[in-house]
């Protein structure tokens, strides 16, 4: 699961790192780590999903 950035001619560190964010922002791991720092029973991963189809089901 590593996150290789490689970098380009012509490309700063500032540039390098503005690439990884969007990189890490695209492939979703924040969201993921954050909600992998603790642990959640099945049924309640469960629950959450069916709250969040029931939740977009109303915006339509």
Known sequence: MATIV???PGDT???LIAKFR???I???LLNEFKE???YKPPSTRKKEKL???RRGRRRR
């Open 13 to 15: 560190e500032d540039k």
């Open 51 to 53: 709250a969040a189809l």
């Open 26 to 28: 695209s492939e979703d």
């Open 36 to 38: 992998r720092q603790f």
């Open 6 to 8: 490689r970098r380009g």
């Open 22 to 24: 969007k990189k890490i």
